[in-house]
């Protein structure tokens, strides 16, 4: 069973909102949310840890597991559990945290631009997705299409953003990048939104669950 966990941004919390939802988190994580300059941008990291933490505390309660035991792997990626696997994403006003067992991971959301100048980053494009969108009605939502989809495979591969984004295939709902094969779907449970989830293994059942903070 894969879990989609979703919380809109819809005001700024106040002092003291901020250091009641810290307190939840590790001292380490509180420094390093701290550091970011935006007060949204914390607000947002503090709702996606939020999430991580609900999950574990409904779902994984038999591992006892908690945020203090987040490891990053050689490539800064976050993990939990040999079998556990989370990822999280945020744009604009909503972010998203997803968590399944036995498979690898990966979850983005972008907030569809209609004013994107999609000239700018064809680039990033494969001639097939080049193709798919010059025909499409909705060039800016196929582009983030395009784009989630990639960027949910490259952090569910776990191994940075080495991997040219002009050489991933985001069409097919099967790309195999590095000799692994991951399994990609777009989502449109958010108006004006798109959310692409990728995993090594396919997954057939599914949840979304709004929590608000």
Not at 14 to 38: G, V, W
Not at 179 to 186: D, K, L, R, S
Request: proline letters at 2%; a neutral charge.
């Amino acid at each position: 069973m894969l879990r989609i966990y979703c919380s809109e941004y819809t005001k700024l919390w106040s002092e003291a909102d901020f250091k009641e939802k810290m307190h939840y988190l590790p001292k380490e994580m509180q420094a390093t949310i701290a550091k970011y300059r935006s007060e949204k941008e914390r607000q947002l990291r503090i709702m996606g840890k939020l999430l991580l933490l609900k999950h574990l505390n409904e779902y994984e309660s038999e591992q006892k597991l908690n945020l203090n035991d987040i490891k990053y792997n050689s490539f800064n990626r976050p993990f939990l559990h040999a079998d556990l696997d989370f990822n999280i994403a945020h744009s604009e006003n909503f972010v998203v945290c997803a968590a399944c067992r036995n498979a690898q991971i990966g979850i983005d959301i972008e907030k569809i631009k209609n004013d994107l100048n999609i000239n700018l980053l064809k680039a990033e494009l494969t001639d097939e997705e080049l193709q798919a969108l010059e025909k499409d009605n909705l060039p800016q939502r196929k582009f983030y299409e395009f784009w989630t989809r990639k960027e949910a495979i490259l952090k569910a591969l776990g191994k940075g953003v080495f991997t040219p984004f002009n050489t991933i295939n985001s069409i097919p709902d099967t790309t195999s990048i590095n000799g692994i094969i991951f399994y990609v779907q777009n989502m449109r449970n958010i108006d004006g939104y798109t959310i692409a989830v990728a995993s090594n293994k396919e997954i057939k059942e599914s949840q979304f669950i709004m929590i608000n903070y």
